[in-house]
């Protein structure tokens, strides 16, 4: 079934109806940082498939953390109140989180005074590493949760921010 603008309808019981970042979890984040998340939570909440596997159905409302360094989803039913959590090691990302943010403060301090090919070059591989992280979200949520790929990258942005210690 299709929306407006080709956008792919997804059942209620298919969706995030809400997602919360624990406060305790985020450092100190810079003004770019915040719009990261305030961007990925917004197009999150706007277009997203999310269900978790063999339990109950949606909507679904998610909270992310970080606990002993570990990354943890809580998940609640939006009508059912039924909960749900799981803890994925942060071990596999941490590579991919330190470059993104590596890259990502190249990006912003090229759109100051760089050339707009050398921007370009800089946020193709930011996109890249972007990429790369969600793809390895994607494979640890197997099993899980069933996402689809922007789904996952929108996730991804929130445990950049999660694990970000400006």
Known sequence: MSGEAGQQVVSPARRLVGVTI????????????EHEREVAVYDLLEHNEFALSGQFEGPYRLTLSIVEKRLVFQIDGAETGEQAAFVLSLTP????????????ESYYQAIKTAAPSQIEAIDMGRRGLHDEGTSILLDRLNGKVEVDFDTARRIFTLICVLHWRG
């Open 93 to 104: 990302f941490r590579r991919i989180i330190k470059d993104y943010f590596l890259v990502c």
């Open 22 to 33: 624990d406060e305790t979890s985020i450092g100190t984040s810079s003004p770019d940082i």
